[in-house]
Each structure stands twice: as C-alpha cells, then as structure tokens.
C-alpha cells in the first residue's frame, strides 16, 4: 500500500504531499531533499533516481511530465512499482505543475485502487483492530 | 425439562456472542471516532461482523429453543437461515475490507437462493431435504471471513483479528458436538466453542492486553463460568427445580466466582507493574476467593460427589483463603508487625478440622463456635485497617481513596452474609455478589470514578 504521496517539482518545491498511512515527513524538506538528490545522481551518473530506501519505508520516484512523483512503500510491498505508475497516470495531463483539489482526490483514489486486497486489509486492521 | 448437554450450552454461546457484539460495537465506535472523516467508512466491516456475531447469538438460541421442542414453526429451517444471513454479511464484510466491491452480489445471491430453496423445495415437494443446500451454501460462505481473519492474525500478529477468526471457527463446531459423544470430548468441544467470544470479549474490552497470564486469567474467568452454567442445567438441582431459590443461590456464587477471578487477574496484572507487595495478596485474595466460591458451588451441584473430603477441603479453604485478604490490609498501612496475626488465627480451625478427619464437619464438637470466631477475626481485622486507611486518605484528601472504601464495605458484606452460618442463602449469596462487585469497582478504579476522588488525569 501506499503511505504517502509527494509531487515535487524540479525547482524542489513540494507542490503536494499526501499522508494514507504511517509515513509522515516535513513537506518543505522533503522537496529539497528530493531535488538534492536528483541533481546529485544527474551529475555523478547522468541518470535520475527513481527507488530509494529509507529505514521501512521503500519510495518509489517517477517522472510525470515536469514534476516528480514519489510514493512510499513498506520496504517488502511488491507492487510497489505498479502502484506507482497508476498514480503517475493521474499526473499525465498536468499543466502549470498546478495541483488542484480535484487532482489530489484522483491522486487518493489511484493510490487506494493500486492496493491490492492484501494490502488493504492490512491497512484496515492495523486502523480498526 | 431435560436438554441435551451441548444444547444447553446453546443459550450461553448466545449470550456470550452477544457480549462479544456489543462490545466490538463499542470498539469500533471507539475507533472509527479517532479516524479523520474521510476513514470513517472503516468501521462499516466491523458493524456488519457485529451484526453477524449477534445473528449467530440469535441462531444458538433458537437451536436451543428447538430441542427444547419450544420453537415448533419450522424449527430447523429457522436455524439455518438465522445461521446462515450471518456468514453471508461477514463475507459482505470480508469484501469492503479487501476492497473488493464488485463482488458483493455472490453472497447476496447466496443467501437469496439459500431463502429461495428453503420456501420452494417443500412446496415444489423435492424429495432432498433443502438443509443439504443451506448448510453447503453456509459452509460455503464462511470460507472468505474464516481465511481473511486467519491471514490478518498471522500477519498483524494483534489478537483482536484471532478472537474474530476464533468466533467464527469455533461456532461451527457444534455439528462436532453428534459426532463425539464421549463426555470429556463433548466437554472440550463446548469448552472450545466458549474460547470463540470468551477470548473476544477480553481482547475487544482491553485492546491493549498481549498474550499473557492476564489474558489467560480473564478468559478462564467467562469460559469456566459458561461452562459451570451449561453443566449445572443438567445438575439434579436445576432438573429438579422445586428449590428455585437453591438454583438462584448457585447462579450468583458462580458470578461472584468469575468476578472474583477477574478481579484476581487485574490486580495480578497491576502487581506486575507496581510491584507492590499489598497489591499481590489483594491479587491473590481475590483469585483464590473466586476459585474457592467455584468449589463451593460445583460441590453444592454435587460436581464432587458430596464426598467428606470435598467438605474437608472447601472448608478448609473457606479458612485459608482470608489470610491473603488480611496480609494485604496489614501491607496496604505498612504494618509489618501484625504480619504473623492472619496465620495465627487461621491455624485453630485448620487444626481442628485436620485432628477430627474424617468425622463430618457438622459432627465435630465446638467447630461452628471457633470457625465462627475464626471468621469473623479475619473479617474485622482487614476491615478495620482498610476503613482507617481510608479515613487517613480522606483526611489528607489523597485520591484514589475510594480503593480503601470500597474493599471494606465488600468485607462486612461477606461477614455479613457469612453470620448466618450458611453462604448458601439467596440473601447470602446477593450480598457475595454484591462484595465481588465492590471489590471488582474498586481494583479497576471504578469506585474512585464514581466518588468523583480518583486522582487529577487518570
């Protein structure tokens, strides 16, 4: 399942960030972060990052025209990279790098859709049980 | 009237499920209060289940009603059908958690045809009986809840998705219950099926409980008094039913009983944490007084054969089970010096019964007279110490002092019922219940938060 949601653009603004689960992190730092990185990476291989590792967590980084997108995993989901392309795809069509209300609860709605029964109801327990 | 042993135990499971619903009800409202609003419609799958489990209640019951030749209108199919809505709404409930929406209509469907086949065999005169049909569409139903909850116990690891995945297995063990016939494996299998909402019941009211003694004491407590419950129906006493205040006493003591256990427990599972060595005799006082009102109702039902040794013993634990209460009232003031006196009060009658074995009790002479002193020594003293730290509390204005309050009151309810020479009294037995009550609100905290004197916070 998907944890959170961040889209960043390539200035490292964080445009929108998302919390579903347990992953929570300063949305300001998390774009510069994130855009560090990404330079980094450009300069030392020519190439962007698009997976990292962070304690339990596994975050999943794509492009989605100008703006990055990064979804956090548990560091064993499986579909990691699945649920990452179907949230990309709501991002596809993005003007402006503006993100609107609407955007956001497309965004929630692919991430829940993405999750697989499994994941789901382990999100469900872990909230209700 | 005379009923089939496991289906006395029917009317237990019942109220036992029903429990376990209305306290799942309360921890999923719990739950779904903290939740932002957008997450709220987590709670659906828990209230459906609820539903479910009070159905299952509903269907015990009416099993029960039925070899009891109350229930007359189509008994069986009744049964079935009540027995039968429920899987098919925790397969509902299965599918909103796995968030598999688009298959709602297979166990709508299911239990549609299950209605269908019900009022349609008799009437189109097919010669299968339609009980085949249900019971496989039932068994059918329960497959998605039984694996969902299996899955989410192994993979949470928490203890509340187990006692889920247990209610919904051990219920279907009653069929066992034809198949093996011998007492102790008929005993187990109802023992078992208590397991189910006993363990619910605990983990859903005390969702911060692991698996530990605690747990263990807890569920023991509701599982042993359902199972004390389902074999005193079949006790001479209650198929007799000419002394209807005899039955009513036996009733309360066993609940005194299983009050006194969890009382025991919680005061155990404190003693943990506090390490306090007055906390620990109160513990023990209190589980072994539970244990020790059990006896004594199991022997009045004759569970023991009315034996002379069984009389030996429970009077004699009727004796040694004070010295606790007391050490732990001398503990509660710090007065170490009076440690010895408990022991040494305890020991006139012990001795007197252990000399005079195997007489019968009531044959030994002066026996009621130092018994009766005994008695009320070991009654007197602790409430005496725990009305003065009681007043010194009050006098300081210390919270929490309705703790000291509340087990002296249970004292002099328990001398009280004792001063008639014979527990086994309705009036005896109401003021028992009433202590173990007492003593269960005031190890909680409860009398604290009822007084309005617990301390600032808690």
Redesign the interface.
Known sequence: MIHSIYVVNEAGETLTAINLGKFKMDDALFGGFLSSIQMYSQKVSGKEVNELSLEDYRMMISKAGRVFLVTIHDENDKDAITANSRVAEVLDGLVNDIITDDTVVLLKKAA?DS?G??N???D?????? | MQVDIQYASEPIMAALLIIATIILVIHTRKRTRDLPADEKKLGTPLYLSAIAISLLGVASFVNYLINAAVWVVDPLLTYFQLSNIAPGLLTIAGLMILGWNRYYAVPIVMMILTALVAILFPVLGVAMSPMVFIGMFNLTLYILPIGLFGYLTIKQRRLTSFSLFLIVLTYLMFPLTAVFTDPIALGLILLLRFFGPGIAIIVFLKSDIGFTLELGGYSAAVIVLGFFLTYFQDSPIFLAMTDVALVATVILLSFSAALGVISGTYTLGRWKTSRNISTLTLGIYLFTAGIAFLMVALNNIGFFGFSIEWEYIVMILGVVVLIPLNLSAFLALDWKNGLLIPFAISIPPVLLLLLNYPIHPDDIAYRSLIMAITGILQNVIPFALYITLWRRMRKDNAPGRSRALFLAVGIILLLIAAAGGNLLTIVGSTLIIISFTGWLLAVTGYADKLLKTEAQGE
């Not at chain 1, 469900?124 to 049980?129: G, I, Q, T, V």
């Open positions: 829940e999750a029964g499994r789901r109801a382990n469900w327990a872990s909230k209700m049980l």
